[in-house]
Structure formats: structure tokens, C-alpha cells
């Protein structure tokens, strides 16, 4: 296995629709989403796409936190890694929420992202089998800014507010300004999607 090197915005794999994969089990796509995952978590990533590895294949690996309610507050959730080949996307209702996101070929900045609330999504997994979720919150906004990458479209082509695109090393500014005082919420840093 192998860490891969990450294309960043201007690179014009980044920009291309990605094709469709036929056979998720060939030996050349296993070793491909393995290459995936491992450089994924060699970047501290939520989610990665084949296009930000210079593979223009229509797969994505990204991880969800699991509910768990026997979690405790300060203990971090835990995740499921998903592999998802030839996903197809469908919101299921008209509501859009807006998000803080980061994206690792975009590296070093973040933006605020309008996404559909909860969508339904599908494709099939590594051994060919069939994948078909319906989701909301985090795991949405996830799935939605992976398969973005699959259609040439990278999260500040979503934006609509750009005062909203910002420096990591600036965003706990935002983050102080936004806080309502008589919460004693933690701020939003885990909430945050960077794929
Ligand atoms: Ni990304």
C-alpha cells in the first residue's frame, strides 16, 4: 500500500467528471481504495476522493461518526469507513443548512457550505454489493462534498457567501464570534467536514 500524493484546486483532474467504475472487485480498484484510506488518515482527512489522488475513477472513502448513547461527552465518537463506487445522489427534502467544511486539496483554508439536509444516497461497495442510505446531518454534508469531487466541483464553487471562506489559523475567530454566551456548548470544531 501506498500514501498518495494529493491534487490541489487547480489541477484539472479536480475539475473533470470522473468515470464510472465497472467492476469495484478488480484487483487494480481494491488496491486503489486501500491507497485511499491510507492516505486519508496519513492526512487527518474525513473523506477522500479517487480525483484528489489523481485517479479519475467515480469512487469515494469517507468516515460518519456512529451514534452511540452510552457515549460519554468528552470521549470522541467513533466511525465507520465507508467505500462507495458509482454513488448517485438525491436529496430527500428541500432543506439546506449551511456548514463549515475544509477539503485537503483545498489545504489550509475553510469555508461555509450550503448542502441539502438530508439526502438519500446509493452505489455499491467493494465486493459489489449494494449500498442504500438515507442520512442527514454530518454523514450528509460528508457524502455530499465527496461526490462533489466525482462531478469536477470543489466546496468554494457551492459557496454563496465568500466573507465565509477563511484561514484555519483564523477560523476560532468566527467560531468566538459566533457562540451564544449563555451556552456552554464547546465550540464547533468537531462538527467540521474535511474531505
Ligand atoms: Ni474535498
Not at 12 to 25: C, F, G, H, N, T
Request: with cysteine; hydrophobic share 40%.
Amino acid at each position: 500500500m501506498a500514501i498518495l500524493k494529493i491534487a490541489r484546486m487547480g489541477h484539472p483532474i479536480l475539475m473533470r467528471r470522473a468515470q464510472e467504475v465497472d467492476d469495484p472487485d478488480a484487483p487494480e480498484n481494491r488496491y486503489l481504495v486501500h491507497n485511499l484510506i491510507e492516505t486519508m488518515a496519513d492526512a487527518r482527512g474525513l473523506g477522500l476522493a479517487a480525483p484528489q489522488v489523481h485517479v479519475s475513477k467515480r469512487v469515494v472513502v469517507f468516515q460518519t461518526p456512529v451514534d452511540d448513547p452510552e457515549r460519554a461527552a468528552d470521549e470522541p465518537a467513533e466511525r465507520e469507513l465507508t467505500v462507495l463506487f458509482n454513488p448517485v445522489i438525491e436529496p430527500v427534502s428541500d432543506e439546506i443548512v449551511y456548514g463549515w467544511e475544509g477539503c485537503l486539496s483545498v489545504p489550509e483554508l475553510r469555508g461555509e457550505v450550503p448542502r441539502h439536509a438530508a439526502v438519500r444516497y446509493r452505489g455499491l461497495t467493494l465486493d459489489g454489493g449494494a449500498i442504500d442510505r438515507t442520512v442527514d446531518g454530518m454523514h450528509a454534508r460528508v457524502v455530499q462534498h465527496e461526490c462533489d469531487h466525482l462531478d469536477g466541483i470543489l466546496y468554494p464553487m457551492r459557496m454563496t457567501d465568500m466573507s465565509k471562506l477563511v484561514f484555519e489559523s483564523e477560523f476560532h475567530h468566527l467560531i468566538e464570534a459566533a457562540r451564544d454566551p449563555d451556552s456552554h456548548e464547546e465550540d464547533t470544531e468537531e462538527e467540521l467536514v474535511d474531505g
